[in-house]
C-alpha cells in the first residue's frame, strides 16, 4: 500500500555532510552509523552510498548486520551490541563482523565457541553511559579473557559511548574520556568513542575511529546550535499532498478536542500526513510547515492521517505537496515543537514514507 507521505532522501547531502565528518575529524577512520534503517533513510541505499566512501558502517544487531550481507555489501560491518547467543556469534564470525562485547554471557559464548576464525572483537567501556559496557576496574580482565582466546585474528579495540554530549558545556564528557583513559591505559588496541556530537566538540575523544549518525543525516547534534549554522545538510525531506483548502469563519474551531480557534475569517488546509506516518502528535498550534517555499503554520491537533495548516497569506492549491521538514523547515525545529528529538521523526517517518532517492552527481 502506497500511502501520500513522501520521504526524498539527497545522497549528495549524505555525501557533503560525511566530507564535513572527515574534515572534523581528519585523522580519524569511521564507521558511519547506520542502525536503525539507517535513521529512518533506508538501510541499503544508505549504506550501497556509504560502503565505499567510509571504513565501516555500525549497526546495532547481528540480523541488520546479515540483511545488509545479503544485500551484498562487503563493507566492514561494526554491530554495536554484539552476538547474543552462538548462532549469531557463528554468524558473526562467518560473515566477517566487528562484535561489541559488552558483558559476560558474550565472554562465555566466546570462551566455548567452536569456531577456527572469531568476529572482530570491541570490548565496551561503560565510562558513566550505564547502559552497555565493563566497568573501567574489570577492562583489563577483560582484555586479558580475549586476548588469550585462540582464533582471534586481531587485537580487540575499546569502545564507549558520551551520555551527555549534545551539551558542550556538560563536565560528564570529560569525566568519560578520563575514566575510559584510565581504564583502557598501557592496552594495546584502537580506541573509539566519539558520535555526531563529540566529533564536533571533543577533539580529545577523536582517536582511531569515529562513530557519526545523526550528522551525517543532517540533523544537529548540538542542543542549541543549528544544522545549518554547522554546514550540515538535510538528506531527508519529507512531503505529503494538500488535500482540501477550507474557509472558515472567526471563532470556527480546526480538528479534535477543538484546540484551535480561527482568529479571523481564514483558509485553512488539510495536509494528507499525520502520525499514523510518523509525524508527531505533540507538534502544537505554531509548528513550522512549507507551502510554496513559503513557512506556515499547523493549526490544532494532528490527527491519524491528516493535520490542518494556516492558509493565510499563502495562495496555494488542493493537490499541491507541503514539506513537513527538509531544505525549508529544520527537523530540528520540528522535534522542538513536538518535545522529542529528531532521531525519533527520522526513524518514525523515514520507514512509513515512500522513499525516492536523488543521487546527484
Ligand atoms: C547510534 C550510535 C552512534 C551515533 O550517534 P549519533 O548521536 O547519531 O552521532 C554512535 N555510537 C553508538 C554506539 C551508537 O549506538
Known sequence: MRRPARAQIDLSALGQNLDLVRSRAPPSRIVAMVKSDAYGHGLCEVAAFLADRVDALGVACVPEALALRDAGIGARIVVTQGFKDEDELRAAAAHGLDAVVHEDGQLILLERARVKRLPSLWIKVDSGMHRLGFSPERVAQVHATLNGLSGLATVPGFMTHFACADE?????????????????????????????????????????????????????????????????????????????INRYR?????????????????PVGVVAIGYGDGYPRHATTGTPVSVRGRRASLVGRVSMDMLAVDLRDIPARVGEDVELWGEQVSIDEIAQHAETISYELLCNAGGRAVRTYLRGI
Open 250 to 266: 472567526q471563532g470556527e474551531t480546526v480538528g479534535y478536542g477543538a484546540t484551535y480557534a480561527c482568529p479571523e475569517d481564514m
Open 168 to 244: 558542550p558545556d556538560n563536565p560528564m564528557s570529560r569525566l568519560q574520556l578520563a575514566r575510559f583513559d584510565a581504564a583502557t591505559s598501557g592496552l594495546k588496541g584502537e580506541h573509539s568513542l566519539a558520535n555526531s556530537a563529540a566529533i564536533l566538540t571533543l577533539v580529545h575523544a577523536h582517536r582511531d575511529w569515529v562513530r557519526p549518525g545523526i550528522m551525517l543525516y543532517g540533523s544537529s547534534p548540538l542542543l542549541g546550535t543549528t544544522a545549518r549554522s554547522l554546514g550540515l545538510r538535510p538528506v531527508m525531506s519529507l512531503r505529503a499532498p494538500l488535500i482540501a
